[in-house]
């Protein structure tokens, strides 16, 4: 039974996902963020019923804010960039509740749960690898919304992929987001998948806007244009610590993409129309395959 949400984050993902919980629940919703006026604004707005006080933390001026802690929370969502999820968890690993559900919205999962693990069980409460795969253009509170998550896939990664019961836990702990679908998968699994589907589209698009010629496409361009560059916009600093941890994965896809970029090239090099033809035609038929077109 979850009476109480504590936020860690209230960037676009924790603060939509706190919007989510204060706008389809009747739990109470518990935020912090390292600046203290966007916990303040997120209050303000609603958005919070208060703040979430960690060890050392003064209270706020404000006498009417209510402020509670994190043994207060059954379900801790921690919206930070990796390395500060392991931090947050280990630095507060005797403050959880016991029992407590702790879930991180992280874009990589092996070292996350490789660290947590094993610190969740010492302490005497869950944790599972969470990945909302969501998002837009812009970061920060300001941005996020109560449906970012409407409809969306949410990966969950337990330390035991056969322990059903805790994952209907998180499934049900999560149901006010509105995900289309919870995926349960293990660490390696997501880190593989999303070097794909997550980390190569960022690489492709942040590469191919570097071309002379972009800055001459106004009039010349439209959907295609829009659809490959529009995470060319990114969040540099995010991103280094994401593609550099999962490095290993994303240089296999690297090589795979240019491996067969050099097919396209020779075809064209050497005027092959036949080759040509068939490896664009190869491509059509792994988007039918994959895509059930």
């Not at 050392?56 to 404000?62: M, S």
């Not at 996020?144 to 209907?168: C, G, H, Q, R, Y």
């Not at 999560?174 to 679908?181: K, R, T, V, Y």
């Not at 240089?251 to 097919?263: G, P, R, S």
């Amino acid at each position: 039974m979850i009476k109480t949400v504590g936020v860690v984050g209230l960037g676009l993902i924790g603060g939509s996902f706190a919007k989510a919980y204060k706008a389809y629940s009747d739990v109470r919703v518990l935020g912090y963020n390292r600046s203290r006026r966007t916990t303040q604004l997120a209050i303000l707005e609603g958005t919070l019923d208060g703040a979430l006080l960690l060890e050392g933390d003064e209270q706020p001026d404000n006498s009417s804010v209510i402020t509670g802690t994190l043994e207060d929370c059954d379900l801790v969502i921690i919206a930070l960039y990796n390395q500060a999820i392991i931090d947050f968890v280990k630095n507060n690993a005797t403050h959880f509740k016991k029992g407590a559900l702790v879930i991180d919205a992280g874009g990589l999962k092996r070292r996350i749960c490789r660290e947590c693990f094993p610190v969740a069980k010492e302490h005497g409460f869950f944790f599972a690898g969470g990945h909302p795969m969501a998002g837009m253009k812009f970061s920060g509170y300001n941005y996020s919304t109560k449906s970012l998550f409407k409809d969306a896939s949410m990966i969950v990664v337990p330390e035991e992929l056969e322990n059903t019961d805790l994952v209907d836990r998180y499934r049900d702990a999560l149901e006010p987001c509105h995900f289309g679908e919870i995926t349960v998968c293990s660490a390696d699994k997501h880190d593989k998948m999303i070097a794909f589907t997550s980390e190569m589209p960022h690489i492709v698009s942040n590469a191919f806007i570097k071309s002379p010629t972009a800055k001459e496409h106004d009039g010349f361009s439209a959907g295609s244009y829009k659809d490959l560059t529009r995470v060319a916009w990114l969040n540099e600093d995010m991103w280094t610590e994401i593609f550099l941890e999962n490095k290993d994965n994303l240089i296999y896809e690297l090589d795979t993409i240019i491996n067969f970029l050099e097919e396209y090239k020779t075809a064209l090099k050497s005027n092959d129309a036949k080759l040509l033809h068939d490896i664009l035609h190869d491509g059509k038929l792994a988007k039918e395959e994959v895509d059930g077109i």
